[in-house]
């Protein structure tokens, strides 16, 4: 049982991490998009970037034993349903759509590939 809740928790911790770290780059970044002209394409790669990145981060403070890359996988899914879920209320529109789904299977396969290196580095 306490394996279940250990797994739970550092789901949750992780996936809330990766939430925080997700919102905070991308209000930083909106900031200095308001001071400069950026194209599309750049502010859809940083954004996916900062993705990556918050990801990376949820797994490796939060990761821990084996199973990184179920572990991972569903971190990041769970951290990607919440922010889609927070920027959906913030914007007042549904943001889940095709590009929602594309979304989550590639925030899902970073989680995992996250998840094994992480797992893998702190043995």
Known sequence: MSEKVG???????????????????VLLFAGICNFTIFN??????????IKILAIFLGCSFNVRGSGGLVKGGVLALFSTIVTY???????????FNQNFLFDLIFTAIIGAISGIIIVNVKK
């Open 7 to 25: 797994f739970f928790s550092g789901i949750i911790k992780g996936g809330l991490t990766a939430v925080i770290i997700t919102l905070v780059g």
């Open 40 to 49: 599309n394409g750049v502010i859809k790669a940083v954004n996916q970037f």
């Open 85 to 95: 879920s927070l920027f959906s209320l913030f914007c007042g529109t549904s943001a």
